[in-house]
């Protein structure tokens, strides 16, 4: 299946998504699956979207709330590098991570 056969079937399925959006979606679906040519079956289509739809709302979740953390961190004046601390940057690293781990093949080690 070639990248615009799949933004179309994408389509159809989120109709209300922006062109970017199905963009992003296909490159996260393509990227999931070895083998493209299964993406023909509806089912098998419908079955890596709605995994890469979790993992996605997962990750986005994970990387708004260190987000809330960090900006939080940055409000506390001088960074004096607490052990709080240091586990609040290493899950925005780990969060990070799973962010490129959606958008490419190669697993990301954060």
Not at 11 to 34: F, G, H, K, W, Y
């Amino acid at each position: 299946m070639k990248c615009h056969e799949l933004a179309e079937k994408v389509s159809q399925l989120r109709p209300e998504l922006s062109p970017t959006d199905v963009a992003r979606l296909c490159l996260m679906i393509l990227n999931q699956e070895e083998d493209p040519s299964r993406l023909e079956d509806p089912k098998a289509l419908h079955a890596v979207w709605q995994n890469v739809s979790f993992r996605f709302d997962a990750a986005t979740d994970q990387h708004t709330a260190v987000s809330r953390e960090l900006d939080s961190l940055l409000n506390d004046g001088p960074v004096e590098f607490t052990p709080d601390q240091l586990w609040t940057l290493l899950r925005a690293v780990k969060v990070q991570g799973q962010m490129l781990d959606l958008y490419t093949r190669d697993i990301a080690f954060a």
